[in-house]
């Protein structure tokens, strides 16, 4: 069974830093892509970032609103993926989805994560 | 960026009826559109991708279709456990992004 735990989630102030960790199971990890989504409190969805494999050198893709202060990264050895969000703003506070897409000439969202909420709040 | 629009942003329909929500997107994404159902406290699921390919273990009464900038997620005889809200969401470049959602409700 594919399962994907976030952790690392919780309440940070405004101009702060959090990281992360997305541990998966049920796969080749090192295979694959993996995505990041946050969803605001109420809100729709916004993609935050995607790192590819290794075989795609690692080269990693970012929203607009999040490059610059955030970074995705993995360790294939720990069947793991990580969100280090540095200059957090109020407008971050959301739960953070990890997500394998799919593998092919599409990358649709396969299997997500439970999430983690992340608040920005003083 | 590709903008996504969808319509309606509510929807309120009676068990077995045929509904159809709607993606527009600003520009051409050949068939790189996926439609994903998400329930309250929930993850989202994907239902459907590149258009029209429903996603394995997703009920036949989903489909999806459309290609270019115009496409339509058909539930064919509408279920209690379809209360849900409904994105789309393009895989055609970068940035990646989403519909707006469509709130389903059962009446």
């Known amino acids: 069974e594919v399962q994907l735990v976030e952790s690392g989630g919780g309440l940070v102030q405004p101009g702060g830093s959090l990281r992360l960790s997305c541990v998966v199971s049920?796969?080749?990890?090192?295979?694959?892509?993996i995505d990041w989504v946050r969803q605001a409190p109420g809100k729709g969805l916004e993609w935050v970032g995607r790192i590819r494999n290794k075989a795609n050198r690692y080269t990693t893709e970012y929203a607009a609103s999040v490059k610059g202060r955030f970074t995705i990264s993995r360790d294939d050895s720990k069947n793991s993926s990580y969100l280090q969000m540095n200059s957090l703003r109020t407008e971050d506070t959301a739960v953070y989805y990890c997500?394998?897409?799919?593998?092919?000439?599409?990358?649709?969202?396969?299997?997500w994560g439970q999430g983690a909420l992340v608040t920005v709040s003083s | 960026d590709i903008q996504l629009t969808q319509s309606p942003s509510l929807l309120s329909a009676s068990v077995g009826d045929r509904v159809t929500i709607t993606c527009r997107a600003s520009?051409?994404?050949?068939?790189?559109l996926a439609w994903y159902q998400q329930k309250p406290g929930k993850a989202p699921k994907l239902l459907i991708y590149?258009?029209?390919t429903l996603q394995s273990g997703v009920p036949s009464r989903f489909s999806g279709s459309g290609a270019g900038t115009e496409f339509t997620l058909t539930i064919s005889s509408l279920q209690p456990e379809d209360s849900a809200t409904y994105y789309c969401?393009?895989?055609?470049?970068?940035?990646?992004?989403f519909g707006q959602g469509t709130r389903l409700e059962i009446k």
């Open positions: 590149v258009a029209s």
């Open positions: 997500i394998r897409p799919l593998v092919g000439p599409t990358r649709a969202f396969l299997n």
């Open positions: 520009q051409g994404i050949s068939s790189y």
């Open positions: 049920g796969f080749t990890f090192s295979d694959h892509y």
């Open positions: 969401q393009h895989d055609n470049g970068y940035p990646l992004t």
